[in-house]
């Protein structure tokens, strides 16, 4: 352990910065402008915002304590205009309260591990490197991926293994971890990834990359209740987010995406009566998407940068529900608006519904 300070600048490039900072732009320049950094990481993407909108305060938040430290150090020169926060993202209300802010008005999760967690081999995150099963990205609380893999029902493992995943061979690979933990813990990332590979048949083993990657996938998904935080996490983010205020969101996983899809899709929609030709006052959507689905990186992006290879970007912005639609505006259709405003009709597809 121990990062030091510094040492990593440069070598980590934000995923889509310059698509970011186009889209959140026009938030950044409100007057007052807060931005809620709410996978702080290593501040690459705060330090953007901060150095290009000398205005606007950073309020970043970071469940990993080693991460925080990093950016503190990053980003001490831009002084009380970077409030840097201990939190889990789905706290951001007690965040806000505790900085005396009512709202923000631009706001990015970039989600997943950062390039500390992956390169610090004793985090346990990597597959590639021997290191002890620990894959917690607050390293101060919670359980452990060895108390997971050694003391979780055979059964639980196959569910987390499927279901987070998306791992055909779960109930193999479950065999196995029982037959070794029979023997002894299973305590380091080699001789998990090894059970792992030892179970799978030697024909899927010669597709699809290194057949540890699920598994730990899995692990590290279940390890810090990433799907239930981010489920908690983005109604809180859309409730708090000021009108004209935008959030852009980058996940890497289908299961993330789809959680945030939905989350943002719902108050892209009227709430009102699906029969009225007009909407009724304050039930007309509360967002407005700024993408069309998701929008997935540049080839460009992804020769520069291989971390941005499997990201799914969305954008929204916030909408004044009382300037929206009263009773003399037309409810928009879903089929003439790009954005998916307006409520769904039967035999209409949902919004992105059906992409990769
Ligand atoms: C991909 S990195 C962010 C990189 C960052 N955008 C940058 O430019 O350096 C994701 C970060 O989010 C943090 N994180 C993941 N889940 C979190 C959660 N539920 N609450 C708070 N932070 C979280 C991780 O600890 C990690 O540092």
Redesign the pocket.
Known sequence: MGVVMGELRGT?V??LLERCLELLAPALRLPGAVHV??????????EAVLERFPEVLLVG????TE?LAHSRHRLARFGERARLVH????ELPRVLDELDLASYHSG?F?????S??LDEADRGFAYAQDAPLDMR?DQTSGITAEQVVNEYEPGALVRILRTYGEEKFAPRIVSSIVRERQKGRITSTARLAELVKESIPAAARRTGGNPAKRTFQALRIEV?G?LA??EA?MPAALDALAVKGRLVVMSYQSLEDRIVKRALTARTRSTGPVDLPVELPGTGPTLRLLTRGSEPPSEQEVADNPRAASVKLRAVERLDRHETPGAARERPRLSTTHGGQGRLRPGEREEGEGEA
Do not use: C, I, K, W
């Not at 950094?37 to 705060?46: E, I, M, R, S």
């Open positions: 980590h934000p995923v950094d709410f996978t702080l990481g290593l501040g690459g993407h705060a938040l970071d469940r990993d991460a939190a889990v993202y789905d990015l970039d989600l997943g591990v950062s500390l967690q990205m810090n990433e935080t981010l996490a």
